[in-house]
């Protein structure tokens, strides 16, 4: 099984920055990609960024020049650094994985989540 957790999140005010953390561990053969969610209260799940295994990154539309994916391989683990934020920001931050172990082929994973929350 592959694990995900987060952190980095908490408390900010409008206009501040967070940088997120997503460590990906157990019997991990290969990693694809890592991106990263939100869920806000009475909302969906909704996909923030990915980036590959090579590097390559997309965004959502709402959060591109704020928000920057990335990871370091060889730790397996994933960043999220988040600039300009805003109180509509505010939720709970999930990391998810496509991975495969040397016995489970290649599944998503999600981590447990981190809350951020912008206010004043």
């Known amino acids: 099984q592959v694990q995900l957790v987060e952190s980095g999140g908490g408390l900010v005010q409008p206009g501040g920055s967070l940088r997120l953390s997503c460590t990906a561990s157990?019997?991990?053969?290969?990693?694809?990609?890592m991106a990263w969610y939100r869920q806000a209260p009475g909302n969906q799940r909704e996909f923030l960024a990915r980036?590959?295994?090579?590097?390559?990154?997309n965004y959502v539309d709402f959060v591109k020049g704020r928000f920057t994916i990335s990871r370091d391989n060889a730790k397996n683990m994933a960043y999220l650094q988040m600039n300009s934020l805003k109180p509509e920001d505010t939720a709970v931050y999930y990391c998810?994985?496509?991975?495969?172990?040397?016995?489970?082929?290649?599944?998503?994973?999600w981590g447990q989540g981190t809350q951020v929350t912008v206010s004043s």
């Open positions: 998810n994985t496509f991975a495969r172990t040397s016995t489970i082929p290649f599944k998503h994973y």
């Open positions: 157990g019997s991990i053969f290969d990693v694809s990609s």
């Open positions: 980036i590959t295994s090579d590097g390559v990154t």
